[in-house]
């Protein structure tokens, strides 16, 4: 299916915000109780804002870590808990940068997107000369394939079994799986983690 990028309002103007304007919008509870997101980007539980972590380790994306239904403290990409308050995304969908930085997690810098779109952005504005995925000559899988991974290894079937089943090594399957690499398949494992939470609610109500 092709993916179009048709000219519109901007967020804040679809907000009818002023610039510079602050509006909250709560959080799905799926990814926990009582948090809400705002539209310059900050997101807050009920007693305060949240400090994300934005370094090296996280791709120099704002992480922040909510507690989930189930008690746990979790991780997610700031953007993305921002998108799906303002209903920009939906779980499996993309967000882009419209600026190209990371750490602007404003809704009007916001945008759903694609795996191809999110490349020509990125490389257009000079943040990935070393293109990934794919697109990157070097890459010995395919999205398709890379999608494969992340869905056997969710499933259960061992590292060193997938390993020989495309050619890599166990570790590389490991990072796949684990979001350290092929960031595009971000949304994808966002969607099978909340899978396994929703699967293990029902196992504990029976």
Same mark, same amino acid.
């Given at each position: 299916?092709?993916?179009?990028?048709?000219?519109?309002?901007?967020?804040?103007?679809?907000?009818g915000?002023?610039?510079?304007?602050?509006?909250?919008?709560?959080?799905?509870?799926?990814?926990?109780?009582?948090?809400?997101?705002?539209s310059?980007?900050?997101?807050?539980?009920?007693?305060r804002?949240?400090?994300?972590?934005?370094?090296?380790?996280?791709?120099w994306?704002?992480?922040v870590?909510?507690k989930?239904?189930?008690?746990?403290?979790?991780?997610?990409?700031?953007?993305?808990?921002?998108?799906?308050?303002?209903?920009?995304?939906?779980? #499996?969908?993309? =967000?882009?940068? %419209?600026?190209?930085? @990371?750490?602007?997690?404003?809704?009007?810098? /916001?945008?759903? !997107?694609n795996?191809?779109?999110?490349?020509?952005h990125?490389?257009?504005?000079?943040?990935?000369?070393?293109?990934?995925?794919?697109?990157?000559?070097?890459?010995?899988?395919?999205?398709?394939?890379a999608?494969?991974?992340?869905?056997?290894?969710?499933?259960?079937?061992?590292?060193?079994?997938?390993?020989?089943?495309?050619?890599?090594? #166990?570790?590389? =399957?490991?990072? %796949?799986?684990?979001? @350290?690499?092929?960031?595009?398949?971000?949304? /994808?494992?966002? !969607?099978?983690?909340?899978?396994?939470?929703?699967?293990?609610?029902?196992?504990?109500?029976?």
């Amino acid at each position: 299916m092709n993916f179009e990028f048709k000219p519109g309002k901007s967020s804040t103007e679809r907000w009818g915000m002023r610039m510079g304007e602050e509006i909250w919008k709560p959080v799905p509870t799926k990814y926990g109780f009582g948090y809400e997101a705002s539209s310059l980007g900050r997101v807050r539980s009920k007693f305060r804002i949240l400090k994300g972590i934005c370094s090296k380790s996280t791709n120099w994306y704002v992480n922040v870590s909510l507690k989930s239904p189930e008690g746990k403290h979790i991780n997610y990409r700031a953007h993305r808990i921002v998108a799906f308050a303002f209903g920009i995304i939906d779980e #499996a969908d993309i =967000v882009n940068h %419209i600026d190209g930085v @990371k750490w602007n997690n404003a809704i009007s810098n /916001l945008e759903k !997107s694609n795996h191809s779109h999110n490349h020509k952005h990125a490389f257009a504005m000079g943040l990935n000369p070393r293109q990934k995925g794919e697109v990157n000559g070097r890459s010995k899988l395919t999205l398709e394939q890379a999608k494969q991974v992340v869905l056997q290894y969710a499933d259960g079937v061992s590292a060193v079994s997938i390993s020989k089943q495309f050619g890599i090594s #166990a570790s590389q =399957v490991s990072a %796949i799986a684990l979001g @350290k690499r092929w960031s595009e398949l971000d949304g /994808l494992r966002a !969607s099978l983690n909340i899978r396994r939470r929703n699967h293990a609610l029902k196992q504990k109500g029976k």
